[in-house]
């Protein structure tokens, strides 16, 4: 069988698939079904209070879901989508209460992954209404990393849970780190437009078209706090460490420790000890992004005693990978 006809079966017998999107893999289910919805949650072990975004096959199918919308969502809808944008706008009745969390807020994007548009407009097309969408969160336990290829997934969950699950291949995902999520719910009530999570589509690239709440747009606005909740986890402690400290005093840490790995982009430090393995990573942040849970994920597995990240450059194209190595540090202050 097609394996779209087979992800289509899955969900209408309130079944969950993890299918690709040119973000990271998702965890979906029938949006309109809370039965299935509640499974999702189980899967992924997150608690009830923590929305999930609803994945649509294009914004025609907005206003089902959403209501009062302002003209800035297909404004910025008409340019990044189908792409990796989220937009958070106040929900319709159509949206049950388990995809929200219980707010009166809901998250919507419209993924571009050729895969996701194809089971996307399937499922819709199997409703009577013609409206379908998926409730999906990333394809990770809650709190970890997510998962940027298929074969990420199978070591995720727990094997009980796997049997019941429809895993759909669609190679690495291009983008690979989450969707930029804007917050557009307030701007009826003359609140400007916010960014809630950073990602591929920055910031400068959202106030071209739309006014965005101002900000101190310096890439240090983000640069870790104590209230930093931990997310994107590694198990092995993880560090961000800054240029002195690479180029200075990884030695020296190195004498103290086990195995260790070290992250960097640049020039590759000199007289590394021993014990100290060296991952490199790219220069472009498009490229550093695509790669780094991949690496994260394989560095997790060789049971190092720390991983050492350096330090990102303070611009504002690597905010979205700052923001995601920060708390991924965050639980091991
Ligand atoms: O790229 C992505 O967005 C991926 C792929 C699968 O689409 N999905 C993803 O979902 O990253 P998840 O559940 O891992 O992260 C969704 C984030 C959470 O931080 C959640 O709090 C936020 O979106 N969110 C969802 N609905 C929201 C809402 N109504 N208001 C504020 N934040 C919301
Ligand atoms: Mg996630």
Same mark, same amino acid.
């Given at each position: ?88 706008? =106040?929900? $319709?009745?159509?949206? @049950?209460?388990?995809? *929200? ?6 998250? +919507?994007?419209?993924? &571009? ?78 609140? =400007?437009? $916010?960014?809630?999570? @950073?990602?591929?589509? *920055? ?6 078209? +739309?006014?965005?709440? &101002? ?119």
């Amino acid at each position: 069988m097609d394996i779209i006809d087979k992800a289509l079966q899955y969900l209408l017998a309130s079944k969950v698939i993890v299918f690709p999107t040119e973000t990271v893999y998702g965890l979906g289910a029938d949006a309109e079904n809370i039965e299935a919805v509640r499974k999702v949650y189980s899967i992924k072990g997150r608690p009830l209070s923590h929305p999930v975004i609803l994945h649509l096959p294009k914004v025609d199918d907005l206003a089902y879901w959403a209501s009062d919308i302002p003209d800035e969502a297909y404004k910025l809808a008409d340019i990044f989508w189908p792409g990796p944008l989220t937009l958070v706008l =106040k929900k $319709s009745s159509n949206v @049950p209460d388990i995809v *929200t969390g219980g707010q009166n807020t809901v998250g +919507i994007r419209c993924p &571009s992954h050729p895969v996701a548009q194809e089971i996307l407009i399937a499922f819709a097309k199997s409703k009577n209404h013609k409206k379908g969408a998926l409730a999906a969160p990333s394809a990770n336990m809650f709190g970890k990393i997510s998962p940027t290829c298929s074969s990420h997934v199978y070591n995720e969950f727990n094997k009980e849970y796997l049997k019941e699950i429809f895993v759909v291949d669609g190679g690495v995902s291009n983008i690979g780190i989450e969707s930029t999520i804007i917050d557009l719910s307030g701007i009826r009530e003359g609140k =400007k437009a $916010s960014v809630l999570r @950073p990602g591929h589509i *920055t910031e400068m690239n959202i106030a071209k078209i +739309i006014e965005l709440e &101002s900000k101190d747009l310096s890439s240090n606005s983000i640069v870790v706090s104590g209230s930093l909740k931990s997310h994107y986890a590694t198990i092995t402690p993880l560090t961000v460490i800054d240029d002195t400290f690479f180029s200075k005093n990884l030695s020296v840490f190195a004498q103290k420790v086990d195995r260790l790995a070290v992250l960097y982009y640049g020039d590759k430090p000199i007289n590394v000890e021993e014990n100290i393995d060296l991952y490199y990573m790219s220069s472009d942040p498009i490229i550093y992004a695509r790669h780094l849970y991949a690496m994260l994920r394989k560095i997790d597995s060789k049971k190092y005693s720390r991983i050492f990240v350096k330090d990102l450059p303070f611009l504002a194209e690597w905010d979205a990978i700052r923001d995601r190595l920060y708390k991924a540090a965050a639980g091991f202050n």
